[in-house]
């Protein structure tokens, strides 16, 4: 069972007394307005409560559905999703260890008051450290390390992140438990262009500045002061979602530690000949002004023509909505060259042609024999442009068979530039308007300059035409701005070798993917992978440590040249460049002018060292000696190649080892629907709204501001109010980190229906108030350390206490295993599963006799009981308490016998040893004996609801039952049948004779049948009158049905859908029908019984 059991949630066995609590503000039952809007009762309405006439009258449950039906329970269900919120103040000052004894258990759980104080004191003790002398030297199987994906320091966590968190933590908290040495590792992204991005943007919101205006030093100290007082949200979440990360090994790709360790894995590339400088075609965002690598590139595809808006545009005046044309696949002619002839060509970036350097004709193009060797001739600059002969390029059966030739700004175009030394005519500025190159359209930006171009060649009459055309259209996936191919200096690393020995690890099975079906994207991207381009043209991140060296008066060399490429000097400082530029002009220092490059490296060259250079790499430090490399690495597979890839690669080649044995990729998140959560779309969540609890106004003004069309927020809001009429109620951190748990069952997206998390906040309420009934039962049992052993060797347990203790070991050996094999989904399962069902559901209720009888005579059985709930609850919670780390804490602290069972008794569930199992704990006869016993109960439950049986009312059973262990079994558990089965009396296998006539029967399987002795618990004729009237109501709506469906053309005229729909419905009815009548019927055969006796 993957899902919360709402079943199980809104029938709580224990009564969720808070949980019917009307919330604050609530009119009362009565109807009266609540606290501030009083409406005083009339004298006729007093004498009437007086003599109890304004009770209210109780709902007659109707046929099948008892107590009230559906919508009764839907409305319960709501009500417990809205308990009411107690006012809370934290006195446990900061650090210190929450006192128990001065707040008494609450009546009903209340995240916010549970959960505060506890984070605060396991960080302030030391708990999430971890000694590298204690680490150092202990085998991979005894110790676990694991460095936090670093999330960009812009932004704040969405439910995505909650769920790396989650699992992440549930893992380091189950290892801690372990005894294992244990490490996590938290950090924060620099994120250059986001980052750099937030900070212009205030610059001008707040200054009318430009970073220009500030000059790049000044800059870079705004963004420092914009980190200092924005960049902690993040931690803020982390703590408030009980991440037991080492805050004191806090470290940001930025710090002086992780700065240290990008200037030396850059030299050493650059001395391993894999990093150079190269003037190469790449990708250009005009927005950002800035090269991207490949890999950040999202493509989207045009079916024809399109109109998009360009951001970095003031708009297309001809279009209402300023929108620019693309999709389309324009054609225009070049005059050749001393003719009157012209050679049609075709381009989907029309603004390009501006850069042509050569028209491309098939060798082979009888068409075009006459034109080897000759020249076309530019409309706008007279450029003489030469008709050259491609037959690897131009496909003669494409469109007119002659083929423009943009080298600058076109792959294809560049590989046959290069091919025919063709010259590379650079058309566009960094920010995307027409440069000196572009003639008469210099300055216009380049999808103006398209419109521009098309009305020239009109003029002159040039101008053949444009039709449709498919195509694709690469985005820049930081800022959506539409990419253009450029060529630009850039610094490029070589990893087809990294790449290798990364794809060999995963062969080899040294390193482990985890779930292996993604083992087949990382081998087609790496066995395929290009250099990487690591230099970006920003000014937050790390600056590239490279010096352009020349003399003094030394003129004609330029760093743009590629002549004067050999002038780069690298190094790990501006002191290290003189040293080399000494020795590669061969001139003293004084005579030597250094130039730092301006350019930062990608983010993702610090990330991709994150697992060593938080470690204090390249120093040989303690920490790298204990902790390197790491155990896992844990993330969303969506940055599979943006990051684990490259820290694999540059951990082989740095450290020359893996910098961990196994990645878990975790599923995606996305809206219940399958969107992908965004700003954009309105979805996305912040998971202190779930933990805190939001409005539903915050929740659709969020709708408000994103960009989805009308009809769609309208559908959104309609969504979000049916789901959240109230808002998002208070869940709290262990309800959502269990509820994104239950997700991991899924494959490769999460559709997360956050309804389904909220519903977990319920099974907290029903954690916290099975223990406090619990409380009840031990408060004056001692347990001691070995409790469990003296248990088990105390010969006096009964079947249940031998069940329950036999189902924890079941649990616990289930928990370990999902969790060595990161199945959360199965293992948060398996811990709902033995609470709702084994502890609740079960034992609680079997013990309550047993507890209650304070005799002599039943000590023995007694301290049994309370001993084995004591181990089954305080195990249970251990159990937990990776996926639920607060309320098991609180819990697990109000246990009795806390502070009293010796010096090895940990101060901290967090530091209990987690459950294990143990064999010989369990007992298979005793779980076999209990299911047969609650399936004989159930059968109990079933007739005491079909025949409306009050619940203080005590039956008599008897119990058919076959010969044998079964019967053995039911003989031994006679008393626990009577518990659950509420029973004034049970027998076993009676004499027929012995059985009345009058019972009512349920047939639990072939070799068990129930009866229930009903004489004079059942008014007949009142049951029968219900069941007519439920019937004269079922058949009229049955009846116009089947009018409905005989009626002429009916077969002809209603869809397949609606007729279908239609017989489903009659077929319902007419069941519905037959069950009442057979339900009368037996009434009528129970009364003449009853009457004939």
Not at 8 to 27: C, F, N, T, V
Not at 65 to 78: F, Q, S
Not at 473 to 489: A, N, Q
Not at 959 to 979: L, R, W, Y
Request: overall charge negative; some cysteine.
């Amino acid at each position: 069972m993957s899902e919360v059991d709402e079943t199980k949630i809104a029938a709580m066995s224990l009564e969720d007394k808070a949980a019917a609590a009307p919330a604050e503000g609530a009119a009362p039952a009565d109807g009266t307005p609540a606290a501030g809007g009083e409406k005083k009762l009339s004298k006729n309405q007093l004498k009437k409560l007086a003599k109890g006439k304004g009770k209210k009258k109780k709902e007659k449950p109707t046929w099948g559905e008892p107590g009230g039906g559906k919508k009764k329970k839907e409305n319960e269900k709501k009500k417990k999703l809205a308990l009411p919120k107690p006012e809370f103040v934290n006195l446990t000052p900061k650090g210190e260890k929450k006192d128990l004894s001065q707040s008494p258990m609450a009546d009903a759980y209340h995240p916010q008051a549970v959960e505060a104080a506890w984070q605060d004191w396991w960080e302030a003790s030391g708990f999430y450290s971890c000694d590298p002398a204690t680490a150092e030297g202990k085998s991979d199987d005894e110790k676990f390390v694991m460095v936090i994906p670093p999330p960009n320091v812009t932004g704040s966590l969405h439910l995505g992140h909650a769920l790396t968190a989650a699992v992440e933590d549930t893992l380091t908290r189950w290892h801690r438990m372990l005894g294992h040495s244990t490490l996590y590792v938290p950090g924060t992204d620099h994120a250059g262009i986001a980052t750099q991005s937030v900070v212009e943007k205030m610059l001008m919101k707040e200054s009318s500045l430009t970073r220009h205006d500030l000059g790049r030093e000044k800059f870079i100290e705004k963004v420092w002061e914009w980190k200092a007082e924005y960049g902690n949200r993040i931690t803020t979440q982390l703590r408030r979602l009980g991440s037991s990360v080492d805050w004191s090994r806090e470290r940001f790709t930025m710090d002086e530690m992780c700065s240290k360790a990008v200037v030396e894995a850059f030299n050493r590339f650059h001395e391993d000949g894999l990093l150079y400088r190269a003037e190469r075609l790449g990708n250009w965002s005009c927005a950002l002004k800035s090269a991207i690598s490949d890999i950040e590139v999202d493509y989207i595809e045009l079916e024809g023509r399109t109109f998009l808006e360009v951001k970095t545009h003031k708009g297309n005046a001809s279009d209402p909505k300023g929108r620019y044309e693309f999709g389309v696949l324009t054609s225009f002619a070049y005059p050749i060259e001393d003719s009157d002839e012209k050679l049609i060509v075709a381009t989907t970036r029309l603004e390009t042609m501006l850069g042509d350097s050569a028209v491309a004709i098939h060798p082979e193009d009888a068409r075009y024999k006459h034109l080897h060797g000759k020249h076309v001739v530019h409309p706008f600059n007279g450029r003489r442009i030469p008709i050259i002969l491609d037959a690897t390029l131009v496909d003669m059966a494409f469109g007119t068979g002659a083929v423009k030739i943009t080298p600058a700004h076109d792959p294809n175009d560049y590989e046959c530039g290069k091919r025919h030394k063709l010259e590379f005519h650079t058309v566009l500025t960094p920010e995307g308007a027409i440069n000196h190159n572009g003639s008469q359209f210099e300055g216009l930006m380049r999808y103006d300059a398209r419109i521009a171009v098309e009305e020239a060649l009109k003029e002159k009459g040039l101008y053949i035409g444009k039709e449709p055309n498919k195509m694709r259209l690469g985005l820049c996936s930081r800022s959506g701005d539409i990419l253009e191919p450029m060529i630009t200096p850039q610094w490029y690393v070589n990893c087809s070798g990294m790449a290798k020995r990364a794809t060999d690890a995963v062969r080899n099975k040294e390193l482990k993917i985890v779930p292996a079906d993604h083992e087949k994207t990382w081998f087609q991207w790496l066995d395929n992978i290009r250099d990487w381009c690591v230099s970006r043209q920003l000014w937050w991140g790390h600056q590239i440590p490279a010096w352009f060296a020349t003399k003094k008066g030394e003129t004609g060399v330029l760093k743009t040249d590629m002549k004067s490429n050999d002038r780069w000097v690298v190094a790990r400082s501006e002191e290290d460049a003189y040293s080399k530029a000494e020795k590669l002009l061969g001139c003293s220092r004084d005579e030597i002018v250094l130039e730092r490059d301006a350019d930062v490296l990608d983010t993702w060259f610090s990330s991709g060292l994150f697992p060593f250079s938080v470690m204090g790499w390249p120093e040989q430090t303690d920490d790298l000696k204990a902790f390197y490399p790491t155990s896992l690495l844990e993330t969303g597979l969506d940055i599979i190649f943006f990051w684990v890839a490259r820290m694999v690669m540059m951990g082989l080649q740095l450290t020359d080892k893996l910098p961990f044995h196994t990645v878990y990729l975790h599923a995606m998140v996305r809206d219940k629907e399958g969107r992908k959560m965004s700003k954009s779309l309105g979805n996305v969540i912040d998971p202190l709204e779930v933990i805190g609890g939001c409005t539903l106004d915050t929740l659709l003004a969020k709708l408000e501001g994103g960009n989805l069309p009308p009809k769609e927020v309208a559908r959104a809001k309609k969504d979000q109010q049916a789901d959240f009429p109230e808002g998002i109620p208070e869940c709290g951190s262990d309800a959502l980190r269990f509820g994104l748990l239950a997700y991991t069952v899924q494959g490769r997206d999460v559709n997360l229906d956050m309804k389904r998390v909220v519903g977990y906040r319920m099974f907290c309420n029903k954690l916290w108030n099975a223990t406090r009934f619990a409380l009840q039962f031990v408060s004056d049992f001692q347990p001691t350390p070995n409790i469990l052993e003296e248990l088990i060797d105390s010969g006096k347990m009964a079947v249940r206490d031998k069940f329950i203790i036999s189902r924890l070991m079941a649990c616990c050996e289930t928990v370990n295993t999902c969790f060595a094999n990161y199945k959360f989904g199965d293992a948060q399962q398996a811990a709902y599963s033995y609470w709702m069902n084994d502890v609740c559901d079960v034992y609680l209720e079997l013990i309550k006799p047993v507890v209650y009888d304070k005799s002599d005579e039943n000590k023995d059985n007694r301290w049994t009981a309370q001993a084995a709930l004591w181990v089954a609850i305080e195990a249970g919670l251990r159990i937990l308490h990776p996926m639920m780390p607060f309320v098991t804490e609180e819990l697990w602290q109000r246990l009795p016998g806390r502070g009293t069972l010796g010096d090895s008794e940990p101060e901290s569930i967090m530091l209990a040893q987690f459950p294990l199992c143990n064999d010989a704990y369990k007992n298979l006869e005793c779980e076999a004996s209990m299911e047969a016993t609650m399936n004989i109960v159930r059968a109990c439950r079933s007739l005491r609801q079909q025949y409306n049986i009050a619940t203080k009312v005590l039956t008599h059973y008897f119990v058919k039952i076959a010969t044998g262990q079964a019967e053995d079994a039911a003989k031994s558990q006679t008393d626990d049948i009577k518990t659950l089965g509420k029973a004034a009396h049970v027998d076993i296998n009676l004499d027929e004779e012995a059985i009345p006539k009058s019972v009512g029967i349920v047939v639990v399987d072939e070799s068990t049948t129930v009866l229930m002795d009903i004489k004079g618990l059942v008014n007949y004729a009142a049951e029968m009158k219900k069941l007519e009237k439920q019937l004269s109501k079922t058949t009229g709506p049955m009846k116009q049905m089947e009018t409905k469906m005989a009626a002429p053309g009916y077969e002809e005229n209603v869809s397949d859908e609606v007729k279908a729909t239609n017989t489903e419905r009659l077929e319902a009815m007419k069941k519905k029908a037959a069950d009442i009548e057979v339900a009368i019927l037996n009434f009528k055969n129970l009364d003449e019984i009853e009457k004939s006796g």
